[in-house]
């Protein structure tokens, strides 16, 4: 069966969104899973036979992600001349991929399973920020409920510190530093408290298993060693005190949560990071109206906030939003940023 056209073009623009990230080398492997797909394998079955969007599905990134683990684990040299960008002529790299994928076709059919797990501290900068804007529109103290946590990376926000263009937040000697180049104005300066925060993923990553810690490690891009850095950061933070995350459905999980009670004087937010595309469009309709029917009882002494980074599938580019009540919704664009925080552009 020859791969659907819009399969192709869906990989290259993978490929494309990755090297304009300044990740020429997770372009490179992507763009080889064209060249894959024409070959017999079980993998480029699997590539040229994929049922859905392979944009909103991260296809490609799904095996560059396996192929990263045989790197880091040195299950397969031959990926160094890649990854060292030794070797940069795609056709070269289309044979290497290749090669590699032959010898390890059912270990790497495995990671198209389930989409990356590309759980990113440095996004939770940009949570944050919009904290630190609502805070002045609802009060200071909020209850955070996270779907999608992954490795609940971001569900231990409140231990990293912040400087968001000169703007700073969390404990001060955390070892974790978040420091996003800062475009725009900063956020306002105000008083955040986190009173408490919860994730839920339909299957979550334990950062203190060594084997799931590596998985983790082997989505982030190879061409990001502050990622890398903030990964290992993030994982000795779990192995002193693991996040609250829970397996769960996110549409079941968010449904429950909305219907528990919520404290006077506390804001209650929804958020997620570049992970409402995984979700079945059934579950982002009753996530939704779940959300309209909080929204629906929010008052001053119990406001409701969605807070959100997403693709704009339309621009590509990475969006922060909110959406806020009680009273008639309210809603902004906060700001535009870079998919794994390395800047976020503040445009309020």
Known sequence: MAMRDEIRKGI??????????????TGA???????LAEGDTRCGRIIADWPGNPIEDALALRIAGGLHHLHLTGHDTRLNVIYDQDVTDQDEINAIVASVVYAHDDELASWFDGPPQTNEAGRSANIMAALLWLSGKLGPRFELLEIGASAGINTMMPRYHYDMG???????????RI?????GASPPHAYVKIASIHGCDVNPVDLTDP???????SYVWPENPDRMARLDNAIAFAQEHAPDLMQADAADWVEAQLAAQ??????????????????????????????????AHA?????????????????MRHELKVRYWPGQEQAMHLANAHAHGKWVEWLN
Not at 12 to 25: F, G, I, M, Y
Not at 211 to 217: G, N, P, S, V
Request: charge should be positive; hydrophobic fraction near 45%.
């Open 12 to 25: 290259l623009q993978q490929a494309a969104h990755c090297r304009t990230n300044d990740a020429p080398v």
């Open 29 to 35: 492997i992507c763009e080889a899973m064209v060249a």
């Open 166 to 176: 000169g703007v700073e937040a969390g404990p001060a000697g955390s070892p974790m």
């Open 179 to 183: 420091r996003p180049e800062w475009k």
């Open 211 to 217: 084997t799931e810690a590596m998985r983790l490690r």
């Open 262 to 295: 919520q404290d006077a004087g506390t804001v209650r937010a929804l958020f997620h990071t570049i992970v409402w595309q995984y979700i079945p469009e059934s579950g982002r309709k009753r996530i939704s109206a779940a959300m309209d029917a909080a929204a």
């Open 299 to 315: 008052n001053v002494e119990r406001p409701l906030a969605w807070i959100s980074l997403e693709t704009n599938r339309a621009t």
